[in-house]
């Protein structure tokens, strides 16, 4: 993953400004709660990445729309 490869200079990660747990579940909380991203943002470097944040907002969506 983006963790493993911080001192890397060359490596492009699937999210930028990502540099531990607490920045990386941050990110999923703006996900979530549509607040916006800022200086966290998906690359197009990750198509797995692009693909678990919609399910994460689609799920996300459906859950506050039954509550």
Do not use: K
């Amino acid at each position: 993953g983006d963790l493993d490869h911080l001192e890397d200079e060359t490596w492009t990660p699937c999210v930028n400004n990502v540099n531990g747990f607490i920045s990386a579940f941050l990110f999923s909380i703006e996900t979530e709660t549509t607040i916006g991203y800022g200086h966290r943002v998906i690359t197009d470097q990750c198509p797995v990445g692009t693909v678990l944040l919609l399910l994460q907002a689609i799920l996300g969506s459906m859950v506050n729309a039954f509550m």
